[in-house]
């Protein structure tokens, strides 16, 4: 059997510029063998199977990864996994791609072959070792292999990750930042690279790098002036505080991180790094002891004025977390009085109920009703009702939310319908049943 591509399809899928039009009705043959039954895509990795058959192995894992134990192909219950590299099948390909580059095909490149379980084991094995003697130029040998490895493909990533580095990498972390951050800096921040893609961790490295000495060196490098030490570093601290308040507390005693935390907000690095931020802030404003000293220290940097700039044009992501962190910080009374007084608070909440996500209108309406409630002079309310938080709340009464939300929504309203007869152009006639209903 013959399958057809089109040269101008060929030619976007090798990443090429499409043909002139005037060749556009060329036609290339593709044989059915050097396509994944799976995929029907170009192979680029061909291995087979206990049954004979060959499948592209990204294809393959995926297919028995979701728990299948079947041939898809032949429908046989596989007696192993075991995936053999069909070189044969490969170099064919290859040879057909270099046949055929003048339709824009690449030549695949040969695949790496994937670690394996064993190899991760003994690279664990020689960091500890390297560990133990302060060998910190070993360390970092092994460490980068590590990174090698997982830049060749996920499935590296994956086996590495489940054959417990991540437990051996905390443990150097912790060693090396307790001997001097300055001196073993290329080590530590390899490692922390290496960390952020290994979360959630298992208790032990949770231990680790909860550890004083490990939180000062993610400090270390989050105050830094290294754009990507700093990334890195928040990555990993927003996966860290999200496991244990205990991490929070800790890390908020040390000097300089709010600071440090707030101008990765205010000068970007990219969107990663910011949402990843605003996360961390979220984690170390969130309901405990401590929270409300912290809170105002955000308040005094000017947190509340950045967060709504981010505000008004953020995607999702963004504004789920912005919000809350928004929410959080109106929970103490330095926020709420700076919110109140800040020009863009009631338009730009009021815009996001509704608009953005479940998750955002939660948290739109809780900034809301804490910025209204106890508010004596009225100043609040009326400019809420200007932007149209009335008719906002009713229709989220109506589409209906969640319980907690709904009490919120259903006391806020009570809260403006008092200052309600201060607009001559509010419309009088609005349908009130919906409130009416909830009380």
């Not at 509010?426 to 049943?433: A, E, G, I, P, V």
Request: glycine share 6%; net charge positive.
């Amino acid at each position: 059997m013959i399958l057809y591509w089109r040269r101008r399809r060929a030619g976007r899928r090798a990443g090429k510029k499409e043909l002139s039009a005037g060749n556009s009705d060329m036609e290339l043959t593709v044989p059915t063998h050097f396509r994944c039954p799976i995929t029907l895509d170009l192979m680029k990795d061909p291995v087979t199977l206990s049954t004979g058959i060959t499948y592209d192995r990204e294809s393959i894992e995926k297919w028995i990864e979701a728990g299948n134990q079947t041939c898809p192909v032949s429908n046989q219950v596989l007696r192993t996994f075991d995936q053999i590299p069909n070189h044969s099948i490969r170099k064919m390909i290859q040879n057909w791609c270099v046949e055929n580059s003048s339709y824009g095909i690449e030549r695949i490149p040969t695949p790496r072959i994937p670690v394996t379980p064993y190899e991760v084991s003994e690279i664990c094995s020689r960091i500890t070792a390297a560990t133990q003697r302060g060998d910190a130029k070993r360390c970092l040998e092994l460490v980068l292999k590590i990174k090698k490895w997982a830049k060749e493909s996920e499935r590296n990533k994956r086996c590495v990750a489940e054959n417990g580095t991540g437990c051996v990498l905390a443990s150097t972390f912790e060693s090396f930042a307790a001997i001097s951050i300055e001196k073993n800096a290329d080590l530590l921040m390899e490692i922390l690279w290496a960390l952020t893609w290994m979360f959630p961790v298992g208790s032990e490295s949770q231990s680790k790098l909860g550890s004083a000495s490990s939180l000062r060196c993610m400090a270390w490098f989050l105050k830094g002036e290294d754009l990507s030490a700093k990334q890195t570093s928040v990555l990993a601290l927003k996966e860290l505080l999200a496991l244990d308040q205990r991490h929070v507390n800790a890390f908020a005693e040390i000097e300089g991180v709010v600071e440090a935390l707030v101008k990765i907000i205010k000068e970007p690095i990219c969107p990663k790094a910011t949402k990843a931020s605003l996360m961390a802030i979220y984690y170390m404003i969130s309901p405990s002891a401590i929270s409300e000293k912290i809170a105002s220290r955000f308040v005094e940097m000017g947190l509340i004025t950045l967060i709504l700039e981010i505000l008004v044009d953020a995607d999702r992501s963004t504004s789920e977390k912005a919000l809350g962190v928004l929410d959080g910080i109106c929970s103490c009374d330095e926020g709420r009085e700076e919110a109140r007084n800040h020009a863009l608070t009631m338009p730009v909440c009021v815009k996001k109920i509704l608009r953005v996500s479940e998750k955002a209108t939660e948290f739109s309406i809780s900034i809301l009703w804490k910025l209204c409630k106890n508010n004596e002079d009225g100043g609040v309310q009326v400019e809420a009702i200007r932007v149209g938080a009335f008719q906002k709340l009713l229709l989220v009464l109506q589409v209906g939310c969640g319980e907690r939300t709904k009490e919120k929504a259903t006391e806020l309203l009570k809260l403006l319908n008092q200052y309600r007869d201060r607009f001559d152009c509010f419309d009088s006639s609005m349908d009130f049943k919906y409130l009416k209903r909830s009380y």
